[in-house]
């Protein structure tokens, strides 16, 4: 069965440095999603990504985060300087249409220090 | 009002047990509706899409009603393996966005 995958598993970084999370979608799927969850708390919404640009953005979404689909099947989030509060669970997910159901990967654990 | 709104439990109920879980949605106009299931520190995985008519998937049986915005998921016979948190789901603003709002899950701990 077709899934997502994610790597790494787990990101240790120092404040203020730069990340890339890396995500591969379902090979068929033509969306993208990135969602994050701190502990304890719900998942939340950052970025849709269609046909090469985002769709949507949540107000978490600001100007150190940004999205890359750099070939036909890496997608990509990096955020460009760290902060504490970024400590999360971040799921990439995809689906076959927009609106559709929506398949997550394993999530990337980012531990800001 | 919270986007989606559930009770966070936790249920405990016993191995054969019905179990329901209700949500509440804010925005009349989502289109699509959802359960995920998360296990501790995984991903959500998606148990099934929810529709207006209603529908069921063995012993799972999610209802939608669009009136009350209102979303109910009922598990018969429960398994210990169905304990995990389940997470309402709602597409977020207008027509069939993409952006999903989910609600903060309601625990289930099935006991032997």
């Known amino acids: 069965e077709p899934e997502v995958t994610q790597t790494p598993s787990h990101q240790v970084t120092q404040m203020g440095q730069e990340v890339i999370l890396r995500c591969v979608p379902i090979?068929?799927?033509?969306?993208f999603y990135w969602y994050r969850q701190i502990l304890g708390q719900k998942v939340e919404f950052l970025v849709s990504?269609?046909?090469?640009?985002?769709?949507?953005k949540s107000e978490i979404f600001d100007d150190q985060f940004s999205v890359e689909r750099p070939d036909g099947s890496n997608f990509t989030l990096k955020i460009r300087s760290t902060k504490l509060e970024d400590s999360a669970m971040y799921f990439c997910?995809?689906?076959?249409?927009?609106?559709?159901?929506?398949?997550f990967g394993p999530g990337t654990r980012l531990t800001v220090l | 009002r919270k986007e989606v709104e559930q009770d966070p439990g936790p249920f405990n109920v016993p191995e054969g047990a019905t179990v329901a879980f209700n949500c509440t949605y804010s925005?009349?106009?989502?289109?699509?509706f959802f359960w995920y299931r998360q296990d501790c520190r995984k991903e959500p995985k998606l148990l099934m899409s929810?529709?207006?008519s209603g529908n069921e998937d063995g012993r799972f049986t999610a209802q939608l009603n669009r009136a009350s915005q209102y979303i109910s998921l009922l598990i018969r016979d429960s398994k210990l393996s169905d304990s995990a948190t389940y997470l309402c789901?709602?597409?977020?603003?207008?027509?069939?966005?993409?952006?999903?709002?989910f609600g903060q899950g309601t625990t289930l701990q099935v006991k032997p």
């Open positions: 789901v709602v597409n977020g603003g207008s027509g069939n966005t993409g952006k999903l709002i």
């Open positions: 929810v529709y207006s």
């Open positions: 990504f269609y046909n090469n640009e985002i769709s949507e």
């Open positions: 997910a995809s689906s076959a249409l927009e609106g559709l159901e929506q398949f």
């Open positions: 090979s068929n799927h033509l969306y």
């Open positions: 925005n009349s106009a989502s289109q699509s």
